[in-house]
């Protein structure tokens, strides 16, 4: 039942295909539009996949340290990913934050592997599973939320998942709320913006496929409160976020002895965010260097602001192609003039655009993000640390 209903500014309604507010202790709706209707739920999906898997955990079948097998359907999922090579090894608690930071599809596959046999076997588990929580009205057939026209979800029933990962596995839950952490030697960075720029949130997951649009599940707890939201076919990741925070601050607003979150809160994380300049970012020990074998702090003179869309390349054409969609992706920001084919040791190759000043830099950045894609500023003017390393966002990936 509907507890109360308040109202949204027209606009920010008109671009989401469902949202939903939820008294987590309680199971009250607080706020519903088109909750029951179907809807893809990209990687949203892997909110399942983790949920089997901390069952695993939970009744000893699985430990956080054992290592399970990557598979050549593993390794050739589409991104986004870890790029875990056929034949290796990630421990489990590896793949559960790549998933929950990077949302990494072949991570999701390694899990499903491992603890059904194939991802087909898991898939039939996690429907199962769904309806078991009442999910009545979603249907899984994969385990990372990639593109498939049978698979659908509804956004009370991700409510429903949503509280019962924070319910049944108060120990596991707290991978959510993890920003990055360190993968073979690089530093990987979240998608959830909402962790930085709501005060009182601490997980949960996003999601993107073309079919979807933008997807994000919340938990926020504010004087002992918790709500869980679920925004689903935002039209950007920005506009997602802001409607999150506007549905969450409306939903405390609506309890009894909870005040409404201070407006200046989101504004304030996403300017931090924007500028990319925060204390972790200054001095993170994550140093690219194109070229060289050291991974030492470059020496420029006059270094100029660059940014990398991407991560490794196999060749200068896949490079070159991700260039030009972003420089069509960033008009009037970036040129064919200013980008630049890196060649690494390793035979790899990485995309850049140089000759940047930082709001330029910023500004594209966020234009990127905005198209899909993964973008990370390498140097501002005046700095020396590159902290770049990331895949590329296709516009058809769950991310």
């Known amino acids: 039942m509907i507890a109360a209903v308040f109202a949204l500014p027209h606009l920010a309604c008109a671009a989401i295909h469902a949202s939903i507010i939820v008294d987590e202790s309680s199971g009250t709706i607080i706020y519903a539009r088109n909750a029951e209707t179907r809807a893809h739920p990209a990687s949203l999906t892997k909110l399942m996949t983790l949920f089997i898997t901390f069952q695993q955990l939970k009744h000893g079948r699985l430990k956080l340290t054992q290592e399970l097998r990557v598979s050549k359907h593993a390794a050739i999922q589409q991104s986004t990913k870890l790029w875990l090579r056929p034949g290796s090894t990630i421990s489990v608690r590896s793949a559960i934050l790549g998933i929950t930071t990077r949302s990494a599809n072949d991570a999701a596959v390694v899990l499903a592997e491992g603890i059904a046999g194939s991802e087909s076997l898991f898939a039939k588990r996690m429907t199962l599973t769904a309806h078991r929580l009442g999910m009545e009205q979603t249907r899984f057939f994969n385990a990372s939320g990639l593109p498939d026209r049978r698979q659908w979800t509804t956004a009370h029933d991700m409510a429903k998942l949503a509280i019962a990962l924070i319910r049944d596995f108060p120990g596991y839950y707290r991978f959510f709320s993890v920003r990055k952490f360190t993968f073979h030697g690089h530093l990987i960075y979240g998608h959830d913006h909402l962790l930085d720029e709501y005060a009182g949130a601490d997980g949960l997951k996003t999601g993107y496929i073309r079919a979807s649009g933008y997807n994000l599940v919340t938990s926020a707890v504010r004087h002992n409160r918790r709500l869980v939201g679920v925004v689903l076919g935002g039209n950007t990741a920005r506009s997602r976020d802001r409607l999150m925070a506007v549905l969450l601050n409306r939903g405390f607003s609506s309890l009894p002895g909870v005040e409404m979150a201070d407006r200046k809160t989101l504004a304030a994380g996403s300017a931090q965010k924007a500028e990319g300049l925060n204390h972790e970012n200054q001095n993170t020990p994550e140093v690219v260097k194109a070229d060289l074998e050291t991974s030492a702090p470059e020496e420029v003179e006059n270094p100029d602001g660059i940014i990398e869309v991407g991560g490794d390349f196999s060749s200068p054409s896949a490079v070159r192609r991700i260039l030009s969609n972003?420089?069509?992706?960033?008009?009037?920001?970036?040129?064919?003039?200013?980008?630049?084919?890196?060649?690494?040791?390793?035979r790899h190759f990485r995309a850049r655009f140089r000759r940047l000043d930082q709001p330029d830099a910023i500004r594209a950045c966020n234009a990127l993000h905005r198209k899909g894609f993964i973008c990370r500023i390498v140097r501002l003017p005046g700095r020396r640390h590159d902290v770049a390393r990331s895949s590329i966002a296709h516009a058809t990936e769950a991310d």
Do not use: F, H, Q
Request: hydrophobic share 45%; aromatic share 0%.
């Open 326 to 346: 972003a420089i069509r992706s960033a008009p009037g920001l970036l040129t064919s003039s200013s980008e630049v084919v890196v060649k690494l040791r390793d």
